[in-house]
């Protein structure tokens, strides 16, 4: 298939880890910070083509799995709304809330709808006047510029019954929040669909403020392969630099365009991350001129916060501190049909991945 | 397990097989392993005897409607236990108001697909519910089909060794992105047709001319990553695939890279697993390649040593990963 099989290529995917094997001279650790790496990654079996002194972590990049339990229970709270229709991504289905989850509101009879984009959600909401649909926004760069467009088609189309429930956030705060947090580690493999929307240059602060490498990444084996060899040779020339692997889709400056519906609809707020805790000026809220589409302002629910499962170490993995293996839940009370964390949860969160992929 | 029924008990992963296991069979007792038709000893004949129920959204469907799938997922599985599929009874739940010339085209369907497959449909039932009661209509078809006593042990895959050849009759996913892609909610469409046909044909050829068919299974849901799941669980021994044999359409793997999904886990609905015998596998596939829905055939892995009943994949990329059951329906990815 074009545009596919070229970058899954054996014969350029074994010369890559060649040139792997010869240039890996010391110990290195690198972290992807997309959930489509991490994905990617188990999902070609790239561990098992990089030697021994090569390590490759998961960090905060999948939004799924960031996303607080504070969220998935406002969510079941709507859900249980006569007059509510929930639209949402199909990966936020399964997310454990503290007490249930989405597909099990559906299973209850919630109408709860899996939807591709947020236009989806916009024409639910003009097929079905009487009802309030609301969207639940997530994701980060890549996505939150759909849901800015959804806004501003609603506003034009004058759309009343259709609203937001945003837990849109942004990558760069989080990835200087992992970097304080003394995480060890020698290099970013940047997100690439993100870096497409934003550009390379948001990442630039890393290498030069924090003498981290970064290399903004493709999602294919040659991809994250050739990304790897880019990273060792920063790390043994001592010039932790921004590069652009991903060339095909990503420039310096990114997609202006997407960018400008972000900012005019969007604004940065402090933000919830699993893991984390609130990163300041990490998520996106609403501006206020389109406030009317808030559905945490136009239909507000109560929620109880409740503690999350002490035993489980999602936070410390999405830190890139542990590995899902260090979890005493991990495989044992903890699997894709009873996830206890999120990163079990998501097709592209670390537990979920290793235990679906990892040979032990 | 869980206090309610969700979409997932019914995706062929984990859960359905929890659900049975710990309900269905429990309580009538029936003995493990589970295979696609009971095989049942009636002086001097052995029969096989399965049933299966079709709630397919929507009825109709690029290459088929649910008719067609309704006789065909009852042959190919009496089939796939080595019988030779003969009756077919057909019960159908009709929600009021349907439009009967879209049942006349459902049956329509129906009949041909009985001819074709060389099978009678003898007897059947109808009830028509009230509005809301059901989703427009559900068919009901169970089969019966003589064995020879000499294949009972194929569905158990009690012959398997290590070196045996795993083939496939074509390319894997198209029954499911079909379906998808007439969805009426799905804002795009596919030039992807069902691959639903019956295989009785096929598979009684390859069972004629060669004895060395270890196991068959069709690969409707949890696709062949259930199947091997089961089959290593049941055989207690390791399986290789080799992701780059299995056949996968472009417009399939065109839609599974958009949508995340593996093309390893979507039903089909006219496929089948055979597990040949060591030296028999060359003989088996160009029998299979003879037969229109086994054009396509492929020898996509083997039964390797090992017995910890994992199902590894040698990927694409020449790494290496597990290819685990499938733990509920595939959603769609954020981005």
New interface residues.
């Given amino acids: 298939?074009k545009y596919?099989d070229e970058y899954?290529d054996?014969n350029l995917?074994?010369r890559l880890?060649d040139q792997i094997r010869k240039s890996a001279t010391g110990e290195y650790t690198f972290m992807e910070v997309c959930g489509?790496h991490t994905?990617a990654i188990?999902?070609?079996?790239?561990?098992?083509?990089l030697p021994g002194n090569i390590k490759l972590i998961s960090g905060p990049g999948c939004?799924?799995c960031v996303t607080g339990t504070d969220f998935m229970d406002k969510a079941v709270a709507y859900s249980e709304k006569d007059d509510v229709i929930i639209t949402t991504?199909?990966?936020l289905?399964?997310v454990p809330g503290s007490v249930t989850s989405l597909?099990?509101m559906?299973?209850?009879g919630a109408d709860v709808?899996?939807?591709?984009?947020g236009l989806?959600a916009l024409g639910i909401a003009k097929l079905n006047p009487d009802k309030k649909i609301i969207f639940l926004g997530?994701?980060?760069e890549?996505?939150a510029p759909g849901t800015a467009v959804t806004i501003k088609k609603a506003e034009l189309e004058n759309i009343d019954n259709f609203y937001l429930l945003s837990a849109h956030k942004t990558m760069p705060a989080a990835m200087e929040e992992i970097i304080k947090g003394g995480a060890s580690f020698n290099g970013f493999i940047c997100p690439g669909?993100v870096a497409a929307v934003t550009g390379s240059s948001h990442f630039s602060f890393i290498p030069e403020k924090y003498r981290i490498g970064c290399v903004v990444t493709g999602f294919e084996?040659t991809d994250l392969l050739q990304s790897i060899l880019m990273l060792i040779r920063q790390v043994n020339l001592n010039f932790p630099d921004i590069q652009i692997q991903y060339r095909r889709a990503v420039t310096g400056e990114g997609n202006i365009l997407a960018q400008k519906q972000m900012r005019e609809v969007f604004e940065p707020c402090d933000a919830f991350w699993r893991g984390f805790g609130v990163i300041p000026s990490s998520g996106l809220t609403l501006r206020k001129v389109y406030e009317r589409f808030d559905a945490g302002i136009a239909i507000p629910v109560k929620v109880v916060p409740h503690e999350e499962n002490k035993s489980c170490i999602c936070g410390d993995i999405l830190r890139g501190s542990k590995t899902p293996e260090d979890c005493p839940l991990f495989r044992n009370l903890c699997?894709?049909?009873n996830p206890v964390g999120a990163c079990m949860v998501?097709?592209?969160g670390s537990c979920n991945t290793w235990?679906?992929?990892?040979?032990t | 397990m869980?206090a309610?029924?969700?979409?997932?008990h019914g995706s062929g992963?984990?859960?359905t097989h929890?659900l049975i296991s710990q309900v269905f069979a429990k309580k009538f007792e029936i003995p493990e392993p589970l295979t696609d038709s009971a095989v049942l000893k009636i002086t001097g004949t052995t029969l096989a005897f399965t049933t299966d129920s079709y709630v397919v959204d929507p009825l109709f469907f690029p290459g088929g409607n649910i008719g067609k799938l309704a006789i065909c997922g009852t042959v190919n599985d009496l089939a796939v236990s080595g019988a030779k599929p003969m009756f077919i009874s057909a019960s159908f739940i009709i929600e009021e108001g349907f439009p009967l010339a879209e049942l006349i085209q459902i049956v329509d369907s129906m009949a041909e697909e009985a001819v074709k497959a060389g099978v009678k449909v003898v007897t059947g039932d109808t009830k028509v519910v009230g509005k809301g009661k059901c989703d427009k209509l559900f068919i009901t078809t169970s089969g019966t089909g003589i064995m020879d006593h000499r294949l009972e042990h194929i569905s158990s895959g009690s012959h398997i060794r290590q070196g045996d050849h795993l083939i496939i009759n074509g390319p894997l996913g198209n029954h499911s992105i079909a379906v998808l892609g007439a969805r009426n909610?799905?804002?795009f469409s596919t030039p992807v047709i069902t691959d639903c046909a019956c295989l009785n044909h096929l598979i009684s050829g390859v069972l004629e001319k060669c004895g060395e068919v270890h196991f068959m299974r069709d690969l409707t849901r949890g696709g062949l990553a259930g199947v091997l799941n089961e089959l290593a669980g049941m055989t207690g021994r390791d399986i290789a695939v080799d992701e780059?044999a299995v056949p996968v359409d472009?417009p399939v793997?065109?839609a599974c890279?958009m949508?995340?999904f593996?093309p390893l886990y979507l039903a089909n609905e006219g496929k089948v697993l055979i597990v040949a015998g060591s030296g028999s596998e060359t003989e088996v596939l160009d029998i299979m390649r003879a037969y229109l829905p086994g054009k396509d055939s492929a020898i996509i892995g083997e039964i390797i040593p090992g017995e910890r009943k994992?199902v590894?994949?040698?990927?694409?990329?020449?790494?290496?990963?597990?290819l685990?059951m499938p733990?509920?329906v595939q959603?769609?990815?954020?981005?």
Avoid: Q, W
């Fill in positions: 298939m596919i899954r054996k995917i074994f880890a489509g994905a188990h999902r070609f079996g790239i561990p098992s083509l939004p799924v991504f199909g990966d289905m399964r597909e099990k559906r299973a209850a709808r899996i939807i591709f984009s989806d997530i994701g980060f890549t996505t669909h084996p699997s894709p049909e998501s097709n592209e235990y679906k992929y990892k040979i | 869980d309610t029924v969700t979409l997932n992963g984990k859960l929890e909610n799905l804002s780059a472009d793997k065109g890279e949508f995340g593996d994992l590894v994949l040698n990927t694409s990329a020449g790494g290496k990963r597990i685990d733990s509920g959603l769609p990815r954020i981005c």
